[in-house]
């Protein structure tokens, strides 16, 4: 993360909503994100990188907890969706959740990273093939990546987190 544009706002704070359905690794990809310890859990953290603040709201995936997701909608500045992509049994539902999420309001316009997680397992779904099974071509309202990655090894979780900083648009306060 060395020529990111963030580094000229440094006291900006970037708001990441991450979400996606229970056991998608969500958690635990934070951790790696903010370089702690995998095996503490704690959920909504503040990670500092490249000289700003991250935000990131991680917020439980089980369907009763899913309706309080709007909740952290308002300004949003990019959408993190983890997907198990060893799951297949769970990837209509997790599609469903996703599309929901796309026709929101508040989210419209903001950037979507999906991390295809669980990639180190050998029945993870490639990810060019989980964004075809998502219809993920059909999005034109946003910027939109798709990245394979374990957040167990934490291979790809950089790579997911560079796109993220060079897609970000700050919102007018």
Known sequence: MNDLKLKQAPEQEVRLLLLGLDNAGKTTLLKQMSAE????????????????????????????????????????????????????????????ELA?????????AVPLLIFANKQDLMTATPASELAESLHLHTIRDRMWQVQACSALTAEGVQDGMTWVCRNITFRKK
């Open 37 to 96: 310890d995998i095996n503490h859990i704690t959920p909504t953290q503040s990670v500092q990188s490249s000289g700003f603040k991250l935000n990131v709201w991680d917020i439980g995936g089980q369907r009763k907890i899913r309706p309080y997701w709007r909740n952290y909608f308002e300004n949003t500045d990019v959408l993190i969706y983890v997907i198990d992509s060893s799951d297949r049994k769970r990837f209509e539902e997790t599609s469903l």
């Open 100 to 108: 929901e999420l796309l026709e929101e309001e508040k989210l419209a």
